[in-house]
């Protein structure tokens, strides 16, 4: 079966240093990634797309991998910041808007000042 | 646009109550989404729904049913509600085009006693 593998333990990390998270996933093979924010008691926020012909793409301080060879996407985020804790999920997809979405357990990033 | 919206956004129900929790997407969106989320566990995916008229069961769909009731609204209904219910549900749609990003609800955080 499909398996979305996001690191579960939380990401602890100093005010303007850059934070790496994993997206790992199995028995796939998505045509897209995209990658939400979600902040406590509140729904996800869409944040980046990438596409399997895109090996990285970047918005302001975000920046996003995708290798269908390793199956993983790592998503970046540099110069953090304490308003940058929040948990961020992924999620693999191919087709159109009419499938099912399905996320990752997603990875809570902590910035200490 | 007020995008996607829950109600309510708490509930208290004892064991064995019924209830149904309403959603409301106004972007004209054929996809609907519903998901609970529980600590640790990530979104996990109910049940959907492609357009009007269709649903589909997704990870966890035991003890819940669905109502698509037109493009905008589709509901979800815990016929006798148990303990293991308790959970923070989402709704989400999202736009048919390849590529779309998902628009999520505020929640609807639900207690069973």
């Known amino acids: 079966s499909q398996k979305i593998e996001q690191n579960s333990e939380a990401l602890n990390i100093q005010e303007g240093k850059t934070a790496t998270l994993t997206c790992n996933y199995t028995?796939?093979?998505?045509?897209?990634l995209q990658w939400y924010r979600q902040d406590p008691g509140r729904g996800p926020v869409f944040l980046l797309l990438?596409?399997?012909?895109?090996k990285e793409k970047r918005k302001e301080r975000l920046k996003v991998t995708f290798d269908t060879t390793l199956k993983q996407s790592l998503f970046h985020i540099t110069a953090s910041q304490p308003a940058d804790s929040a948990t961020y999920l992924c999620?693999?997809?191919?087709?159109?808007?009419?499938?099912?979405?399905?996320f990752g357990s997603g990875t809570r990033l902590q910035v200490q000042p | 646009n007020a995008g996607v919206t829950q109600t309510p956004k708490f509930q208290v129900l004892k064991t064995g109550q019924s209830m149904t929790l309403q959603c409301a997407q106004d972007?004209?969106?054929?996809?609907m989404y519903w998901y609970r989320q529980d600590p640790g566990m990530g979104l996990r995916l109910i049940y959907y729904?492609?357009?009007?008229?269709?649903?589909d069961k997704g990870e966890v769909p035991n003890g819940y049913n669905v109502s698509r009731l037109n493009k905008r609204e589709f509901s979800l209904r815990l016929e006798s509600a148990a303990p293991s219910q308790t959970s923070v549900y989402f709704c989400?749609?999202?736009?048919?085009?390849?590529?779309?990003?998902?628009?999520f609800g505020q929640g609807t955080r639900l207690t069973v006693v």
């Open positions: 972007m004209n969106h054929n996809s």
């Open positions: 990438i596409r399997e012909n895109e």
């Open positions: 999620a693999p997809l191919r087709g159109t808007g009419r499938r099912a979405l399905t």
């Open positions: 028995n796939y093979s998505p045509a897209y």
């Open positions: 729904s492609a357009s009007e008229g269709t649903t």
């Open positions: 989400a749609s999202r736009g048919d085009r390849e590529f779309q990003r998902a628009f």
